[in-house]
């Protein structure tokens, strides 16, 4: 049973315009999310978090958004550049632990 | 370079041989997880220390998987008798307890374990 979801294996983006990442999760005692870059042959990188308390949190082009009464959090890349295109995994974390999504594939199109 | 790595960078066994992996994490994070990740998954946990401890182990380690961190530094985990099911990446990552951080761990490059 999947905790943590992404619904979308892959999603192509024009440069310049926005990315919206999406994910699903079932479990009401997380309490922190987090957001994962994964480029080939390298571990994730961590990317961005936000607290299950808040609805929003930014970085720089980097935004998450949490909606906790629908289980639900994006991340915003705007503008989308060409080094953005990876495999991005959401992640939630329930203690000391963190469940990760399947990931979702992001294309940036010149 | 001070991020976390990992040793070696791939592994390609013969069914039955043992392996062992090393992770060397961030030095000043007392934190390290071990998690396994197979084509189009995203990494799953396996274990994780704080220090020198193993405060939890997942019901994927079977018996035939051991973890240690002996001086709480770096960690190795070694898998007896390997089978082709163990075939898949295998990420370490470090984090640094403290007032809540989030929990962001930062994960090393991975072990590419092939099992033929």
Redesign the interface.
């Known amino acids: 049973d999947q905790q943590?979801k992404q619904n979308s294996p892959s999603l192509s983006v024009q440069e310049g315009r926005i990315s919206i990442l999406n994910c699903d999760y079932t479990n009401s005692m997380f309490d922190?999310f987090?957001w994962?870059k994964k480029y080939p042959?390298?571990?994730?990188?961590?990317l961005i978090?936000i607290?299950s308390i808040k609805d929003k949190n930014e970085d720089g082009r980097f935004t998450v958004f949490l909606n906790k009464s629908a289980k639900h959090l994006s991340l915003h890349i705007v503008p989308s550049q060409p080094g953005d295109s990876a495999v991005y995994?959401c992640?939630a974390?329930e203690g000391?632990?963190?469940?990760?999504?399947?990931?979702t594939r992001l294309h940036i199109l010149p | 370079d001070t991020g976390?790595s990992q040793n070696p960078r791939h592994k390609i066994t013969k069914r039955g041989q043992n392996v062992t992996f090393r992770c060397d994490p961030i030095s000043e994070h007392n934190?390290l997880?071990w998690y396994r990740q197979t084509l189009?998954?995203?990494?799953?946990?396996l274990t994780?220390f704080?220090n020198e401890a193993q405060?939890?182990k997942s019901r994927l380690l079977s018996d035939r998987f051991s973890a240690e961190r002996p001086k709480g530094s770096f960690s190795t985990l070694e898998i007896q008798r390997t089978e082709q099911g163990d075939s898949a990446m295998y990420?370490c990552?470090s984090s640094l307890e403290g007032p809540?951080t989030?929990?962001?761990?930062?994960?090393?490059?991975?072990t590419r374990l092939t099992v033929t």
């Open positions: 943590v922190y987090l994962y042959a390298e571990g994730p990188t961590f978090s607290s995994f992640a974390s000391d632990k963190i469940i990760f999504g399947k990931g | 976390v934190r997880y189009g998954q995203g990494p799953e946990f994780y704080q405060l939890e990420l990552a809540r989030g929990n962001e761990q930062y994960f090393g490059p991975g």
